[in-house]
């Protein structure tokens, strides 16, 4: 029953980074294609947890911490350029 539902999680989330990778090359604006790419990168976080946990590797879970928080912290980034990019534009 583990391996069904493992094997439908992998084809589930191979669907979702196929619909995100659409988003990413066809969003009408910078703003879309960023949350495109960071669906892209949780998407790519629950890959490398299913995996560990498919195949029995426990240290591909800091991987993942890792991946998760770098791709956080380039939201905030991108959150806080847009947010003082619109600033300079009311001047």
């Known amino acids: ?3 069904i539902t493992i094997k ?3 084809i589930f989330l191979s669907f979702g980074l196929v619909l995100a990778t659409i ?3 066809r969003g009408p604006t910078l703003p879309d294609r960023v949350v495109a790419l960071e669906v892209i990168a949780s998407i790519t976080v629950g890959f490398i947890v299913l995996y560990s946990i498919s195949y029995e590797v ?3 879970i800091d991987v993942a911490l890792v ?3 770098t791709s956080f912290m380039t939201a ?3 959150a806080r350029y847009l947010e003082r ?3 300079r534009d009311n001047d």
């Open 67 to 69: 991946l998760a928080l």
């Open 85 to 87: 990019g619109g600033q």
């Open 58 to 60: 426990p240290q591909l």
């Open 76 to 78: 905030v980034g991108f």
């Open 23 to 25: 988003r990413l090359l």
């Open 8 to 10: 439908l999680s992998f």
């Open 1 to 3: 029953m583990l391996e």
